[in-house]
């Protein structure tokens, strides 16, 4: 069973860089049905796209973060990253990475538990 | 604000039948493309619950279903049960936003 797991620090000062990294288990990445991706949830708010990565490379951004998001991917350790650039607190949130199922309208299934990022000095 | 509109909150007594509305537009459900359904239960994260319109995955129970019709969508649930207690959401894809969209999410309480 593919499970996901989130990993990176829980608090970020002001203007740095947020790192998260989500380690993949119980499947290989390397398929070409699947991108994977990182969505993310402020406190009591709803959910946010934010990227996704093919296992070759290819990149798909929401344009709204494109500028500050970089996504990669390291099959080798069966991992992708996200770094997101010049954060503020809006940028709190729960981030989540997800398997992103390719079938006309992609779709994020499974999900990781996520992981709380908050941005403060 | 997102492009996909729910209502914030629903309610049904155990054993009724409710449903969640997801409204879109051109751009998004009425292009027209699929919408996926997530359910988030409390304090975890988010897990499919229908995709492609209709489609269930393995795993969940028949009480779900979901329909599409124009610029909406709907999720309804049958024999509402107090685990049915949960944030839903609505996804898909707008074109304007070159984006996968997601509701702003429908908190259901089972009284």
């Known amino acids: 069973q593919l499970q996901l797991q989130e990993s990176g620090p829980g608090l970020v000062k002001p203007a740095e860089t947020l790192s998260l990294t989500c380690s993949v288990s119980?499947?290989?990445?390397?398929?070409?049905?699947?991108?994977w991706g990182w969505i993310r949830q402020p406190p009591g708010k709803g959910l946010e796209w934010i990227a996704s990565?093919?296992?070759?490379?290819?990149?798909n951004y929401n344009p709204s973060l494109r500028s500050r998001v970089t996504i990669s991917v390291d099959t080798s350790k069966s991992q992708f990253s996200l770094r997101l650039t010049a954060v503020t607190a809006t940028d709190t949130a729960v981030y989540y990475c997800a398997r992103v199922v390719l079938a006309g309208i992609n779709w994020f299934d499974p999900w990781g538990q996520g992981t709380l990022v908050t941005v403060s000095s | 604000q997102s492009v996909l509109t729910q209502p914030p909150s629903v309610s049904g007594a155990p054993g009724q039948r409710v449903t969640i509305s997801c409204t879109g537009s051109s751009s998004n459900i009425g292009a027209p493309f699929d919408v996926h359904w997530y359910q988030q239960l409390p304090g975890t994260a988010p897990r499919l619950l229908i995709y492609r319109n209709i489609n269930r995955p393995s795993g969940v129970p028949d009480r779900f279903s979901g329909s599409k019709s124009g610029t909406s969508a709907s999720l309804a649930i049958t024999g509402l049960q107090a685990e049915d207690e949960a944030d839903y959401y609505c996804?898909?894809?707008?074109?304007?936003?070159?984006?996968?969209?997601f509701g702003g999410g429908t908190k259901l309480s089972v009284l």
């Open positions: 990565i093919y296992y070759g490379g290819t990149t």
């Open positions: 996804q898909s894809y707008d074109s304007s936003l070159s984006a996968s969209v």
């Open positions: 119980g499947g290989s990445m390397r398929n070409s049905a699947y991108f």
